[in-house]
């Protein structure tokens, strides 16, 4: 039967309401696929669509005839047709003529015109002489900027510490100090540990030699490092444990664990609690599991940072979604069309092989495929019935199945003609068509012919379970061929007469030729320059932070934290002023209220009710315990402020004059014969109610 023969044949049977062999999804869809290719080029990425001014390659040019004077999927587009063409650098191309990884041409592969990657396309004028919006400039300065401020801080660092010298003050009171190496519990006290793994190994070597109270101020120093480092408090000489606790207001699970460590801490700083095994075991079990999380919460953030910042570049089911090639000549909208019709389609990253499951295999030129794996998809296609795409090859395999070749057409008319369909009004720029490689015209299952020459365009040929489809033009499956009245369809029908191919993937010059190592990636970006930077500013960091480049220095002791501490440097101020007489009145009128709380249960008001109850505790004398008293009394009243009811008047307003050598030491003894007294009416239950 003859071509035109079998042409009417499948005309008649399809007026006759015979089936085709279509597959049954097509009348299923839920969407019509024009409006499939409406939906996806509305999507501003593919700029040939939106921009009246967009520049197009001669070869993308070739299409406007086509597209005449307006397009609804496609608004713009003729608009940029009327422009002259545009060569555009081939340094801009996009990868399509398929390179090894040496980037150069491998055998047997002829480059292709698919054109420029989008990103790169701008139509030449004067106001594109200076570019200042191209990613790769702004990275540029601000990498400089970055180099900039770092070295400008090292060198603000390094002079700071050359050019800063000790206060003459100073520099005389070490001059008039006795000479003197300083002692290892002063060197260690000296030293600031900032690392949060050593500062708990340190308590841990601390509480085995039964220094429980070094253990304790080391495991809460680790704490309050980690929460610093993690930048939820800041540690300053001016803030107290409350301030730490409170800069954790807004995460009140930490708030909660951190101020019952604090608790304990300070009931051992301040003497309330003594050093012992079982606290330092209770603050250490609940700092481990705090600094722990906090790690961990790095680690997690760090993790999805890595993770958030390559979203961008995950490939989905259509392939990449911000990477795809967008432009023209590009195959991201096919990939989007496929989606929107129901197809699992993603462009193949890894190398081909036979695949071990049936779908279509769309192979455009620039693919790189041997004699050994030609055979491999020929025989998954006879046994696995999968369907192999082959578009626009320049050299078909030499396959006896096949026996096609590709050659020139000099049929002008871009009108297509598909056998199983009368409707279809598909169209493709003049160019190849295809010859049996005998030279004679092919018969096929199904075909698609150009023009009134009937030059063939395409055939489907079935082979054991699967079909091979070959058309003779690869611009057939690209982004600008959807804008053509059904284009789209035709592509659809192609790879539906496979009724198991639900799956897509499109094999290109970017199949297979992904880097092996992380070596070979990092030479194919070109991002050895960037690393070896980046190596260097790091060791510039290390020897900032592990060399001296000044006169090394002492850290500031630390202050005093103990509430002894405060008691003694209270009481050295005391000395100072000579104002023993205010001291012993201030203990005397503590001292008095507490007696009277122990011993007072008559009812009497007075100090011989308090002195006859002394004494009958204590067993001594009463005129004895009665002296002690009036001077307590005494002592009280000068000591009370000025503005106080129990001031006398001759005090008011005036200062307390200092007190004699005497004078203070019986002021001393009159706070032991005070002391003396607590101790001997002391209890349990009021003395820890006093405290």
Not at 322 to 327: K, T, V
Request: aromatic residues 6%; glycine residues 8%; hydrophobic residues 40%.
């Amino acid at each position: 039967m003859s071509r035109r023969a079998r042409l009417f044949a499948a005309l008649f049977a399809l007026a006759a309401g015979a089936p085709l062999a279509r597959d049954a999804r097509a009348e299923d869809a839920e969407k019509n696929v024009h409006w499939s290719v409406r939906d996806v080029l509305e999507d501003d990425r593919y700029r040939f669509c939106h921009e009246d001014d967009y520049p197009l390659t001669p070869e993308e040019h070739a299409w406007c005839p086509i597209i005449a004077g307006s397009s609804d999927v496609c608004p713009e587009l003729p608009a940029a047709c009327k422009l002259p063409p545009v060569e555009l650098s081939r340094s801009a191309v996009s990868g399509r003529g398929g390179r090894d990884a040496s980037g150069k041409h491998r055998a047997g592969r002829a480059p292709t015109d698919r054109g420029p990657n989008e990103d790169e396309r701008r139509r030449p004028g004067p106001e594109m002489r200076v570019d200042l919006s191209g990613m790769s400039l702004f990275a540029s300065v601000l990498f400089i900027g970055l180099l900039v401020v770092f070295f400008g801080g090292v060198i603000h660092a390094l002079l700071k510490n050359l050019l800063r010298d000790r206060a003459p003050a100073d520099e005389a009171k070490e001059e008039k100090a006795p000479a003197r190496g300083p002692t290892p519990e002063e060197t260690a006290r000296r030293e600031v540990e900032t690392d949060v793994q050593r500062l708990l190994a340190r308590a841990r070597s601390h509480a085995s030699r039964g220094d429980h109270a070094r253990a304790i101020d080391d495991a809460y120093a680790a704490l309050l490092r980690r929460l610093d480092g993690d930048g939820l408090i800041e540690i300053h000489p001016s803030r107290t444990n409350g301030d730490y606790v409170r800069s954790l207001r807004e995460r009140p699970d930490l708030k909660g664990a951190m101020r019952s460590i604090v608790r304990d801490v300070e009931g051992v700083q301040f003497g309330v609690t003594p050093p012992s095994e079982p606290i330092f075991r209770a603050v250490m079990d609940r700092v481990v599991p705090l600094v722990s999380r906090a790690l961990a919460l790095a680690f997690v953030a760090f993790g999805l940072s890595a993770a958030l910042s390559c979203v961008s570049c995950t490939p989905h089911a259509g392939g990449d979604e911000g990477g795809g090639d967008r432009s023209p000549s590009g195959t991201q909208a096919v990939l989007e069309v496929l989606d929107e019709q129901g197809f699992k389609a993603r462009r193949r990253g890894e190398a081909l092989a036979a695949p071990e499951r049936a779908l279509a295999l769309v192979v455009l030129p620039g693919a790189t495929i041997d004699d050994a794996t030609w055979k491999d998809l020929f025989a998954w296609v006879s046994d696995k019935g999968g369907t192999l795409f082959l578009a626009g090859l320049p050299r078909l395999p030499d396959e006896v199945e096949l026996g096609l070749r590709v050659a020139q057409d000099a049929e002008t008319s871009t009108a297509l003609a598909a056998d199983w369909s009368r409707g279809l009004r598909a169209s493709l720029p003049p160019g190849k068509r295809l010859v049996e490689a005998n030279g004679d015209e092919p018969e096929d299952l199904y075909m698609i012919l150009r023009g009134e020459s009937s030059s063939t365009a395409g055939v489907v040929r079935r082979l054991g379970e699967g079909k091979v489809v070959v058309v003779a033009d690869d611009r057939l499956v690209s982004n600008v061929s959807l804008a053509a009245p059904d284009n789209a369809q035709l592509f659809l029908d192609l790879l539906r007469f496979a009724p198991y191919a639900t799956e897509v993937e499109i094999v290109d010059e970017w199949t297979g030729v992904g880097a092996e190592t992380p070596f070979e990636a990092v030479r194919e970006a070109n991002l050895w320059p960037v690393i070896a930077q980046l190596f260097l500013l790091l060791a510039l960091l290390y020897l900032w932070k592990g060399s001296a480049f000044a006169r090394l220095r002492d850290p500031p002791a630390a202050g005093r934290r103990a509430f002894a501490d405060h008691a003694r440097a209270l009481g050295l101020a005391y000395r100072r002023a000579r104002a023993s007489r205010h001291a012993a009145g201030l203990y005397a009128s503590w001292a008095l209220d507490r007696l009277r709380e122990r011993v007072h249960r008559s009812g009497r008001r007075g100090l011989i009710p308090l002195a006859e109850a002394i004494a009958a505790r204590t067993g001594r004398p009463e005129a004895e315990v009665m002296r002690v008293l009036v001077e307590a009394s005494g002592a009280r009243e000068d000591a009370a402020p000025a503005s106080s009811l129990r001031a006398p008047e001759s005090a008011r307003g005036a200062r307390p004059s200092p007190r004699s050598r005497d004078g203070a030491a019986a002021d001393l003894e009159l706070v032991r014969e005070l002391q003396g007294f607590l101790d001997a009416t002391g209890q349990r239950t009021s003395d820890r109610k006093t405290t």
